[in-house]
């Protein structure tokens, strides 16, 4: 396919997209943010606006908040609650594998379902501390799951001298990229206004997001004896 046809695809695409909205009754400011979501070619940085830029930009939380209220009221499989989860699930974590009990290792939880609520956890690696912690574990796991877009999700932890890295993957979302890409980008920057506790700064500094084909990614990368801290920031 040619540039130019490319180009006139795009376009009727976007034009699509935003007779859609519209006929569906969206406010024309989502209307317009949607059909930007469309036609740019995003980048995860750009979308997602570091603390110092944040100090600098008083407004942009509450740009950040109105946009949230504009999405889920036009996004029902929307949830902007998403990294709190994620967060908790990280601590949920903590709790069952400890550093000085497991200071090496390697984890995997996996989320398998053909429709919601019929979904099963697997989790493959050492038993957690106790049954009860497994437990909440896999809650936790499930919560964040269901927060994200996509099918199936699994989440990936190696822990080993040097830290702890997770990686989240939803996986097989029906919806357009870059529409899951700015809408949770929002969500992230959001996140960030609202979070007061030294723990969640700890978790902003070293988390990023990716989302290529059908696939979305939160990673978090936690040095060694940080989240030890960030636990005890939590309780």
Same mark, same amino acid.
């Given at each position: 396919?040619?540039?130019?046809?490319?180009?006139?695809?795009?376009?009727?695409?976007?034009?699509?997209?935003? &007779?859609?909205?519209?006929?569906?009754? /969206?406010?024309?400011?989502?209307?317009?943010?949607?059909?930007?979501?469309?036609? *740019?070619?995003?980048?995860?940085?750009?979308?997602?606006? &570091?603390?110092?830029?944040?100090?600098?930009?008083?407004?942009?939380?509450?740009?950040?908040?109105? !946009?949230?209220?504009?999405?889920?009221? $036009?996004?029902?499989?929307? %949830?902007?609650? /998403?990294?709190?989860?994620?967060?908790?699930?990280?601590?949920?974590?903590?709790?069952?594998?400890?550093? %000085?009990?497991?200071?090496?290792?390697?984890?995997?939880? $996996?989320?398998?379902?053909?429709? *919601?609520?019929?979904?099963?956890?697997?989790?493959?690696?050492?038993?957690?501390? %106790?049954?009860?912690?497994?437990?909440?574990?896999?809650?936790?796991?499930?919560?964040?799951?269901?927060?994200?877009?996509?099918? $199936?999700?699994?989440?990936?932890?190696? !822990?080993?001298?040097?830290?702890?890295?997770? *990686?989240?993957?939803?996986?097989?979302?029906?919806?357009?990229?870059?529409?899951? *890409?700015?809408?949770?980008?929002?969500?992230?920057?959001?996140?960030?206004?609202?979070?007061?506790?030294?723990?969640?700064?700890?978790?902003?500094?070293?988390?990023?997001?990716?989302?290529?084909?059908?696939?979305?990614?939160?990673? $978090? !990368?936690?040095? !060694?004896?940080?989240?030890?801290?960030?636990?005890?920031?939590?309780?």
């Amino acid at each position: 396919m040619t540039k130019k046809n490319q180009n006139s695809l795009l376009l009727l695409t976007t034009l699509g997209v935003y &007779i859609g909205l519209l006929m569906a009754g /969206s406010a024309p400011g989502v209307v317009a943010q949607q059909a930007g979501a469309m036609t *740019r070619n995003f980048d995860v940085k750009d979308e997602i606006e &570091i603390k110092d830029d944040l100090d600098n930009k008083p407004d942009g939380c509450n740009q950040a908040r109105e !946009r949230n209220r504009e999405f889920l009221a $036009t996004y029902l499989w929307f %949830n902007d609650a /998403s990294f709190y989860e994620f967060s908790n699930l990280i601590e949920s974590f903590g709790d069952a594998y400890p550093e %000085n009990k497991y200071p090496i290792g390697e984890f995997t939880l $996996t989320l398998l379902d053909l429709e *919601r609520p019929f979904r099963n956890t697997f989790l493959y690696g050492p038993s957690p501390l %106790n049954a009860d912690l497994g437990k909440t574990l896999a809650s936790e796991f499930l919560i964040a799951a269901n927060g994200l877009p996509g099918k $199936t999700s699994e989440l990936t932890v190696s !822990r080993t001298a040097l830290g702890t890295d997770f *990686r989240f993957e939803s996986s097989s979302f029906p919806q357009d990229t870059p529409l899951v *890409r700015y809408l949770y980008s929002n969500a992230f920057h959001n996140f960030k206004c609202g979070s007061l506790l030294e723990s969640d700064e700890l978790f902003f500094k070293n988390t990023q997001l990716a989302v290529q084909n059908n696939s979305f990614v939160i990673s $978090t !990368r936690l040095p !060694r004896g940080s989240l030890d801290a960030l636990l005890a920031d939590a309780k």
